[in-house]
């Protein structure tokens, strides 16, 4: 991810194949854009790649986001002036925020692989869910 770019960005480990999977706002409004993204998660055994800014998180059960990650996505965090945790396809389709309330700086990101589940921390609201 590029903030000064504002997109999301693919490449082979060398960095050759570089393209674009998703730019500037994920909604029609332009309330969810690229701005300050801090973290991102895919499942290893679903995607190509895991890794997370941030190392600090425990778990705590949400039912809620058990079903997306069972299906190739990529997660992200942004805490920009709207602060959101989003999903897209692993080809930059169906870019959608999925969680916007109750986050102020979501800046850690991780997938439970036994589970399936996603969670994050928050900086801002000194949260882990």
Not at 51 to 65: D, L, T
Not at 91 to 104: L, N, S, Y
Not at 107 to 117: G, K, M, P, Q, S
């Amino acid at each position: 991810m590029d903030a000064n770019l504002d997109a999301m960005f693919v490449s082979e480990l060398n960095g050759t194949n570089r393209r674009t999977l998703i730019k500037g706002c994920i909604d029609t409004n332009r309330t969810y854009c690229f701005g300050q993204p801090r973290a991102v998660a895919v499942h290893p055994k679903r995607g190509l790649a895991f890794f997370s800014f941030c190392s600090k998180f425990s778990c705590k059960k949400n039912s809620r986001f058990g079903l997306f990650v069972s299906r190739s996505y990529v997660f992200w965090t942004d805490y920009a002036v709207n602060p959101y945790i989003a999903r897209a396809g692993l080809d930059g389709t169906a870019a959608t925020p999925i969680v916007t309330d109750r986050i102020g700086w979501p800046n850690a990101l991780t997938i439970d692989y036994v589970t399936e589940r996603l969670y994050w921390a928050d900086a801002h609201v000194k949260l882990i869910e």
